[in-house]
């Protein structure tokens, strides 16, 4: 019934910018910390962003200055604003909610970023 529902992806160029959004359900959403992570071929799954349940953000420092998550709990769903791709921003982009020994992922959205 948990659902974590990705959607915002796709093809731009280096510089441009995207904003991916997440929509959960079946959870408390405002109890969960909530996190974006991608996922490039050949590489591990890394953290880019995260925000816990009273609005601190952490962001991984290929993001930092470049990137913003966000949420609204009234709309069940975290952002990630992404400006200035890069083409090592290419990646598939997951949403995850965290709560204890909880933790559910989305399906991933593909950001493609080319000239």
């Known amino acids: 019934q948990v659902?974590?529902?990705e959607s915002g992806?796709?093809?731009v160029q280096?510089?441009?910018s995207l904003r991916l959004s997440c929509a959960a359900s079946g959870i408390i959403f405002s109890l969960?910390?909530?996190g974006w992570y991608r996922q490039a071929p050949r590489k591990e799954r890394e953290l880019v962003a995260i925000i816990t349940?009273?609005?601190v953000t952490g962001y991984a420092n290929s993001a930092k200055g470049r990137f913003t998550i966000s949420r609204?709990?009234?709309?069940?769903?975290?952002?990630?604003q992404m400006?200035?791709?890069k083409p090592e921003d290419t990646a598939v982009y997951y949403c995850n909610a965290d709560k204890r020994s909880l933790n559910y992922w989305g399906q991933g959205t593909?950001?493609?970023v080319s000239s």
């Open 72 to 80: 609204d709990n009234a709309k069940n769903t975290v952002y990630l």
């Open 3 to 5: 659902q974590l529902v």
């Open 83 to 85: 400006n200035s791709l």
């Open 14 to 16: 280096p510089g441009g």
């Open 110 to 112: 593909q950001v493609t």
């Open 32 to 34: 969960y910390t909530m």
């Open 9 to 11: 992806g796709g093809l």
């Open 53 to 55: 349940t009273s609005g």
